[in-house]
């Protein structure tokens, strides 16, 4: 029996807490375990959730969580500037740890959280899970087959439009704590399908925008926003493969797209995660007079997809994603063999994403090996 605690219990929150009370139906060779300890920013809010969720404790200090003794794995969804200090007491404390992405919006601090998931030896696993779709593994059997040849070229896309009103309210990832804006928030997934399919970046060259400079407040007022909306960026791989990453928080009309396109000497393939139960696929081989992009529906023949279910082209939700991931994290800790983006994987991705702040704010391209911490 495995003891869970969750840390966080908005949108990210109920995402882990529904892969936790389903992965072992999903997947029956996941261990039993146990809803135990749901830690919130106040103790109202925990005793509810708690409730709701199904876990036996709730605290509105987190730290009662990470010190809870039957407490085994911490799940952290709480708000990026919280990761840091949060991961690092859990794995101090003797906890494996799933952590909602970014690592933290300060370099130094995904640093340090790297260290102390090398020195605790638990699992410290980022919250990745657009690498986890059956589509994008099938991408990347195509792409290990040689499929569509040597790959060329590609474009990453990732927008949505929470933002996209100018009369929204002032909220958290306005605030420059919470890190760059669409660089963590959005760009990080997107480098984490490139870091799953492809390998490192080498060397960026991004620029930065702020549609709506200012916000109103909740109280009535005006507050200054501090964060990026939008980041465009000219991508170099260390493969020598060259590419684009956009990212755009308030592009009206796009829900959760996430586009890739992926060109190659024999063919391409696109996906968008607006429609991830379904890829593209041409390639050149097809007869001319037939030559096009022909769709291919999510199966069982597309691992994990069979788990959740048995018929072809009925479709996995986000959720499900998350309970893939969830799944991912106990094969780790079991020692078995998991597609998981880590804590030393993800200090990676965070060192691309400040190398492209760096980027922007002195115009130029930056290699991504020679990124330092800013404070450090
Ligand atoms: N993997 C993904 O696809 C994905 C999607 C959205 C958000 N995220 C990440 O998940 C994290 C949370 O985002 P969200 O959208 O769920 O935010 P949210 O605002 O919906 O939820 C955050 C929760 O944390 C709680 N909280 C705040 N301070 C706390 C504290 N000190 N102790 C305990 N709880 C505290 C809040 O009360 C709230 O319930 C962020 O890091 C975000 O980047 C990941």
Known sequence: MVGIGLIGSGFMG??????????????????EVRLVHLGEANTALADTRAREFGFARASGDWRAVVDDPDVDIVSITAPNRFHAEMAIAALEAGKHVWCEKPMAPEFAAAERM?????????????????VQSPSIRHIGALLAEGAIGAVNHLRIEMDEDFMADPDA???????????????????????????????????VMCDMAMPYPERRTAEGGRRAVETYDVASTLLRLEN?????????????????????????SKGSIVFDQERFNELK?????????????????????????????????????????????????????????????????GLEIERTVHAMARSFREGRWVDVRQERPRNG
């Open 14 to 31: 109920k995402c882990h807490a529904l892969a936790w009370t389903s992965v072992r139906a999903v997947f029956g060779d996941a261990p």
């Open 114 to 130: 790297a260290a102390a998931a090398q020195a605790s030896g638990k699992v410290a696993a980022l919250g990745y899970n657009y």
């Open 169 to 203: 309210p002032f909220f958290w990832k306005h605030e420059a704590s919470s890190g760059y804006g669409a660089l963590d928030d959005f760009a990080v997934h997107p480098l984490s399908l490139i870091e799953t399919l492809f390998g490192r970046v080498a060397r």
């Open 240 to 264: 020598g493969v060259s590419g684009t990453l956009l990212a755009n928080r308030s592009a009206w009309g796009r829900k959760g797209r996430l586009q890739l396109q992926i060109f190659g």
């Open 281 to 345: 696929l041409y390639v050149t081989s097809d007869r001319p007079t037939e030559q096009g992009y022909r769709t291919i529906l999510s199966s069982p023949h597309h691992e994990p997809y069979g788990s959740f279910v048995p018929a072809p082209g009925h479709g996995l939700g986000f959720n499900d994603l998350k309970t893939i991931e969830c799944r991912e994290v106990l094969a780790r800790i079991e020692g078995r063999q998991a597609r998981l983006i880590d804590f030393a994987s």
